[in-house]
């Protein structure tokens, strides 16, 4: 009798905590750092005596609890934060590339637009060279062309600017989620495996990760009962309970670097930090070519200015300057009058006609087309890249969620097999209990 009473009480036991279990579940099923949880039960094991043969007896004593088991698969979650830094490199990636697009395109106010403007103006100036209105259009639209080289160049840098803005933030949630991670690895090192803190802090170990991960690349050593360590390129990021930050570091003209531990790193290659990198690499390569157009255009312009004459017969004077770059780039000060229009020999178009001929396949108008259907491509190819990660991930993460995720359905069902349990093993109890009492009426 007391045999059965022992397998009732634990049946009792067991199944009550597995209630709390389910609710458990069903209150975290929104929460998406929450791993299902479930409980490992087993035989109760009874060591004798009595009798030499056996030392140990299973399955008289009823059942008990052995843990707490996350539904988790290592290989799973492995591959969901590859995939899942694999999508937001592209995501961060597409949205800047956008950027830098719409800073070329400068509110539909290009530089390209404005030098077929300015070639327009001076096909008109070649018929009627002395008309003062056709020579104020031409010089207003050589200013038009500069300030807009001035401007793009301005939406460039401030591109630019805002994505190391972007990285600093990025940097610096990865630094708190290192931190995170090493303060995990310090509680969970003394904490039982299989208890109720053992898996939440498990669920923290992983949030952390995921965040990590999609931040930056980086390599992950798993240890004995959960404990983690990160590192990258051989440079420990997390040593069990040492954190060495990550910095980043600004450079004028070009991308981005991170270091750790004062140590310059390789270039980000994934997770947020990846795409900005490759964003801003993107941008300041088109701001370095803009720079070579403005250069080129200025050249290009004040070599045709000083092969022509003006009215009075003296030659072009430079009709822009510029200090290296399209942000430089500025107009000198000419009026109408001192406009080269005439050619050396005296002919009063002889030098405008001449203007057309900058319109060649190499010339500015049709390098800055060049770069802004360069930029077009980058654009759409990160985003065919963007649409196949993200499937990807989704596919990845479908699989994880299949043993991972709650599923309220499953968890309603497991409320009614328990209720069940729970109801027969009191029924187990109050059995034992009236064949105790009839036998003790016997006497």
């Known amino acids: 009798m007391s045999d059965l009473l022992a397998i009732g009480r634990s049946a009792l036991q067991v199944n009550a905590r597995a209630l709390e279990v389910v609710g458990s579940n069903i209150a975290n099923a929104e929460n998406p750092d929450y791993v299902r949880r479930s409980l490992n ?23 008990e609890i052995n843990g707490l ?34 800073a070329l395109a400068n509110n539909q106010s290009d530089v390209g637009s404005q030098l077929t403007q300015l070639f327009g103006s001076a096909e008109e100036l070649s018929a009627i060279p002395f008309e003062p209105a056709l020579r104020g259009q031409f010089l207003g639209d050589i200013e038009d062309t500069v300030a807009r080289f ?44 299989g208890t109720a803190q053992h898996v939440a802090l498990l669920d923290q170990r992983d949030a952390a990760l995921t965040v990590i991960t999609e931040k930056l690349d980086v390599e992950i050593n ?20 040492t954190v060495s930050p990550v910095n980043f570091i600004a450079n004028a003209g070009g991308a981005f670097d991170i270091d750790i531990g004062g140590v310059v790193q390789s270039a980000p290659t994934n997770g947020t930090l990846g795409g900005l990198h490759r964003a801003q690499s993107n941008i300041a ?34 009709v822009v300057s510029h200090g290296g770059g399209a942000a430089s780039l500025a107009m000198t000060g000419l009026t109408i009058d001192d406009l080269a229009l005439a050619s050396p020999a005296g002919v009063a178009n002889g030098n405008i006609l001449a203007f057309v001929d900058l319109r060649t396949p190499g010339g500015t108008e049709q390098q800055f087309e060049g770069l802004v259907l360069t930029q077009a491509q980058n654009l759409l190819s990160a985003r065919s890249e963007s649409e196949a990660a993200t499937a990807f991930d989704r596919a990845t993460r479908e699989s994880r969620d299949r043993i991972s995720v709650v599923d309220l359905d499953r968890e309603a069902a497991d409320l009614i097999r328990l209720q069940q349990s729970y109801e027969a093993s009191a029924r187990i109890v109050q059995v034992a209990r009236e064949t105790i009492q009839s036998v003790l009426a016997i006497f």
């Open 69 to 102: 088991v996350r539904a988790s698969d290592k290989f799973l979650e492995a591959a969901t934060r590859q995939t899942g830094a694999d999508r937001v490199r592209t995501d961060v990636l597409v949205q800047w590339l956008d950027q830098g697009e719409i």
């Open 150 to 193: 001035n401007q793009t160049a301005s939406n460039l840098s401030a591109t630019t600017t805002l994505i190391n803005g972007a990285a600093t933030q990025e940097v610096s949630e990865l630094n708190l989620a290192l931190a995170e991670l090493a303060e995990v690895n310090e509680k969970l090192q003394p904490t039982q495996p």
């Open 285 to 318: 390569s088109s701001a370095s070519e803009l720079d070579a157009l403005a250069v080129q255009f200025a050249d290009e312009l004040n070599g045709w200015q000083a092969n022509g004459r003006t009215d009075g017969g003296a030659v072009g004077a430079a």
């Open 41 to 63: 039960v087993g035989d109760t094991t009874i060591y004798g005596s009595t009798n030499p043969l056996y030392g140990k007896f299973t399955g008289v004593g009823g059942v």
């Open 222 to 241: 798993f240890g004995d009962d959960g404990l983690v360590d990160v590192s990258r390129n051989g440079t420990d990021l997390v040593a069990f309970n």
